[in-house]
Nanobody, 127 residues
């Protein structure tokens, strides 16, 4: 098992950018698919993006696909979520989850599919 840990959150003005990182320790990171989710108070955890264990396949939620990009560097054991043109509705705690990948180009879009989670990183978009 790998243990993910998120970083990179913060307060940003509307239209700004952030890059979140999900760093993993433990097992060989390239064996794991990773997903980003976010959760606002009173709302369910929402899928944001997912990436296969080799980085060759990705999925980004329709609501953010023009602004968010997911990528990974298996040498650095890190998955990134690049976010541009941030909006107030992007305000949430962002979590990354990991699970042994369903093949080199598979990924998961349901939070229940992931079995290891980080503690989350807060993103606040406000002027």
């Amino acid at each position: 098992q790998v243990q993910p840990a998120e970083s990179g959150g913060g307060l940003v003005q509307p239209g700004g950018s952030l890059r979140l990182s999900c760093a993993a320790s433990g097992d060989t990171f390239s064996r794991y698919a990773v997903g980003w989710f976010r959760q606002s108070p009173g709302k369910e955890r929402e899928f944001v993006a997912a990436i296969s264990r080799n980085g060759g396949a990705t999925k980004v939620a329709d609501s953010v696909k023009d602004r968010f990009t997911i990528s990974r560097d298996n040498v650095k054991n890190t998955v990134y979520l690049q976010m541009i043109n941030l909006k107030p509705e992007d305000t949430a705690v962002y979590f990354c989850g990991s699970r042994l990948g369903p093949g080199p180009t598979g990924y998961y879009v349901r939070s229940s599919s992931y079995d290891s989670w980080g503690q989350g990183t807060q993103v606040a978009v406000s002027s």
